[in-house]
């Protein structure tokens, strides 16, 4: 049996300075998951031109961001030191919790595991916060946690491979998306996005994204059978093929013809710069400009009382089967 858990998130800059976006971006970037097979001139490339040219921009949209959320920190790392919290307080005592960042801000998965060694831990169940499988979010992080509980051989990782169809994960996210939608219709599912090439070589993520929707879909369609429910992917990085259609292609196009749209980002357990820039400013805009007049998206599950709970009676289970697999 495990005697702690620990949930590990992509990471945000430490804070919104160019200087820390431009080192969290060459962690981010620099780490081969992230793109997959970069170019050989690639981490050249990334520290001298990519990182400083984007950091500037980026920066100024993580300063829009921390101001408009009001914590004073990244909402990543505030929403997931909340609901690492809340899984503390639901779970039994002699289960130590905590959280961790693959990048950028601290607490870094060794730290995570230095105090569990301190307690005299054995088994870390290790929770990506990613729902879906693939090669920069679960993948990834099993890497990086493998590497680093190389140093500390007395403790074993009981490592879970994504929840993109656990009851739970769907349930809750579904009763967040009927606590929002007001019968907007259409509803978009806006996953984030992944190179096609990844998808080709067998990279799980698109079907997990394909199956995750089709439950949203079926079970939206039960309460409203005539909703216009669809599927797309957002954040796209570069110039290569990635994974269609996009949510600004698809959002543009609902603007020319309904007044109203409803988003769902399923991707997410936490706010971040991809819900609160990328969604909530510019693709509003974008709706906005081309003719739509009411834009809603659906908040994360974030700390939400119910989600938290329900998360930790799951995580307590010793078997958790497959939670990606029908
Ligand atoms: C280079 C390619 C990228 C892939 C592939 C990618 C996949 C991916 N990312 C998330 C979750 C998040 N990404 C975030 C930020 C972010 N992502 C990329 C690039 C890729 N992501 C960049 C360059 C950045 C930095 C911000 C920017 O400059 O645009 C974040 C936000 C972190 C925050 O601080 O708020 C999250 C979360 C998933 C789930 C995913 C694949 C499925
Ligand atoms: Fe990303």
Redo the contacts with the bound molecule.
């Keep these: 049996m495990f005697d702690a858990i620990l949930f590990v998130q ?1 990471g ?2 430490e804070d919104a300075t160019p200087k820390s976006v431009e080192k969290y ?1 060459v962690e ?2 620099g780490d081969w998951h ?2 997959g097979n970069p170019p050989f001139f690639w981490n050249w490339l990334l520290k001298r031109i990519i990182a400083p040219k ?1 950091s500037v921009k ?1 920066a100024c949209k993580y300063q829009e961001m921390v101001q408009k959320a009001g914590f004073g920190e ?3 790392v505030y929403y997931t030191r909340r609901f690492a919290e809340g899984i503390a307080s639901a779970v039994e005592s002699r289960i130590a919790v905590r959280y961790a960042f693959e990048f950028g801000t601290k607490p870094s998965i060794s730290d995570a595991l230095q105090e569990f060694a301190d307690f005299g831990k054995k088994k870390i169940r290790v929770v990506p916060l ?1 729902p ?1 499988r ?1 090669l ?2 679960t993948v990834a992080v099993r890497d990086i946690a493998a590497a680093c509980f190389q140093k500390f051989p007395q403790l074993s990782m009981d490592f879970v491979d994504g929840f993109a169809l656990n009851p739970v994960w769907l349930e809750e996210t579904f009763q967040n998306v009927l606590r929002h939608w007001n019968g907007i219709s259409p509803i978009v599912f806006s996953f ?1 996005g ?2 096609v090439a990844w998808a080709k070589k067998g990279d799980p ?1 698109s079907r997990d994204c394909e199956a995750e929707f089709d439950w949203f879909r079926k079970k939206i369609r039960e309460v409203s059978p005539n909703a216009e429910v669809l599927l797309s992917y957002q ?1 796209r ?2 110039h290569g093929k990635w994974l269609g259609p996009f949510t600004t292609d698809v959002v543009a196009q609902i603007a020319q013809k309904q007044k109203e749209v409803l988003l769902v980002c399923p ?2 357990t936490a706010e ?3 819900t609160l820039h990328e969604i909530d400013v510019e693709l509003r805009n974008l709706f906005l400009a081309a003719g739509g007049q009411r834009f809603t998206r659906v908040p994360c599950l974030n700390d939400d009382a119910n989600w938290v709970k329900r998360f930790a009676e799951e995580m307590m289970r010793e078997n958790l089967g497959s939670p990606c697999e029908k």
């Design positions: 992509l945000s800059p971006l981010f970037l992230t793109l984007r980026s990244m909402p990543l990613f879906q693939s920069v979010t984030h992944t190179p993520y954040s990085f570069g991707s997410f971040n710069l991809e």
